[in-house]
């Protein structure tokens, strides 16, 4: 019998103002319940580094216009909020961090329609390890493969019915693709749009930079560092780590930039990566078997990025 992982579940609940801890071990939903049934809810998932959640109020602000994307009336932030102080509490004493390095809670906010019939969802966090292959990967960097998403940058806007902005619990799509990616050989993939343009990964929003060297004319150069993602309207996901690492590069003298992008601009790319809320910052190695830029400068601009990074709340 395999162990179960080491998991800890908080069902928001009207009568436990923290919310009500559940034996993870034993079955806690209805079988009826509409996530289960349709993958009709949403989700949030974010990383709590020494005992504290980062970019708590993104991942809040995002849970909630994910649910009013589905018609989902779900319990106010500060409800949230101290169900996922007890998720996390309870993770980190049941479960030790064994060095300061290594305590990392990660934390899933889920939402789904509830039971057939029931007049509120089903919400609840789960705190779980960090997956050590999602820490190797911000170290060794990845491969990834391009795959077609299957649709194009208007549809978010002609049918808003795909729920394409959304963080909804249909992730089957994005784990075949993961699936995909990994029989070829590689560790993720990036979807492009029917038209052509870049997009994001299943589980990341896609980074690139431009290093240029400028020559004043007067005897001097000047670097101009450029940081580019995908434009936020072509039915991506917004990222909450695009969102304030683009901040952090802003103070520190980045220029910015947001698409639309096609497969050649991250080919022509100084650096890719791969950003999320979990594995944080994944630099791409190779796309498609080519390499990107160089390692000496990915590995100077992946650092660079990874200081910014390490500064956000
Ligand atoms: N795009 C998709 C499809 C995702 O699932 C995720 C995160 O899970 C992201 C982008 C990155 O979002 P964030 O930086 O908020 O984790």
Redesign the pocket.
């Known amino acids: 019998m395999t162990l179960p992982a080491p998991t800890v579940l908080v069902f928001l609940d009207p009568a436990f103002e923290n919310g009500r801890v559940a034996d993870s071990s034993q079955p806690q939903l209805m079988a009826t319940d509409l996530g289960a049934t349709r993958g009709d809810g949403v989700f949030e998932?974010l990383l709590a580094v020494g005992g504290k959640a980062r970019k708590m109020q993104a991942h809040l602000n995002r849970l909630g216009s994910s649910a009013r994307a589905l018609d989902l009336n779900i319990p106010e932030q500060d409800t949230w909020r101290r169900a996922i102080g007890t998720a996390i509490a309870e993770f980190r004493e049941a479960y030790p961090a064994p060095s300061p390095a290594e305590d990392e809670v990660v934390v899933k906010l889920l939402v789904t329609r509830g039971v057939e019939g029931a007049a509120s969802p089903t919400c609840w966090i789960q705190a779980s390890p960090s997956p050590a292959g999602s820490r190797r990967q911000r170290e060794t960097g990845i491969d990834v493969v391009l795959l077609d998403r299957g649709f194009d940058t208007e549809a978010s806007e002609r049918a808003p019915w795909l729920l394409l902005g959304a963080?909804t619990l249909s992730y089957a799509v994005?784990m075949a693709a993961l699936r995909y990616a990994h029989k070829q050989g590689a560790d993720d993939a990036i979807f492009t749009s029917t038209d052509g343009r870049v997009l994001?990964?299943?589980?990341?929003?896609v980074l690139l930079a431009h290093v240029e060297t400028l020559d004043d004319g007067a005897g001097s150069a000047r670097t101009v560092k450029r940081l580019i993602t995908p434009q936020l309207d072509s039915g991506?996901?917004p990222?909450?780590?695009?969102d304030a690492l683009f901040a952090k590069a802003k103070a520190a003298g980045w220029e910015l930039g947001y698409g639309p992008l096609i497969p050649d601009d991250l080919f022509d790319a100084d650096a890719v990566w791969l950003?999320?809320?979990i594995r944080l910052i994944a630099p791409v190695n190779h796309i498609d078997g080519k390499e990107i830029g160089t390692p000496a400068l990915r590995k100077q601009l992946t650092a660079e990025l990874n200081e910014l990074f390490a500064g956000i709340e």
């Not at 990222?239 to 695009?242: E, F, L, N, V, Y």
């Open positions: 998932s963080k994005n994001e990964g299943p589980t990341s929003t991506i996901l990222g909450t780590s695009q950003i999320s809320s």
